[in-house]
């Protein structure tokens, strides 16, 4: 649909940039809380989950 109306991949209304950039947002702020450990435990059951 991008395509069609003429945008391109990093348009803001991109369902998919949107996502992308939200779950890269709660892996960095899971990092700033918890280090490792808190990266760990959002990306592990992200993982099992998909």
């Given at each position: 649909?991008l395509r069609r109306a003429e945008h391109g991949?990093?348009?803001?209304?991109?369902?998919?940039?949107?996502?992308?950039?939200?779950?890269?947002?709660?892996?960095?702020?899971?990092?700033?809380?918890?280090?490792f450990a808190g990266w760990l435990l959002f990306?592990?059951?992200?993982?099992?989950?998909?």
């Amino acid at each position: 649909m991008l395509r069609r109306a003429e945008h391109g991949f990093f348009y803001p209304k991109n369902s998919l940039l949107r996502y992308v950039v939200l779950q890269a947002g709660f892996v960095v702020l899971a990092f700033r809380i918890g280090g490792f450990a808190g990266w760990l435990l959002f990306a592990f059951p992200a993982f099992v989950a998909v």
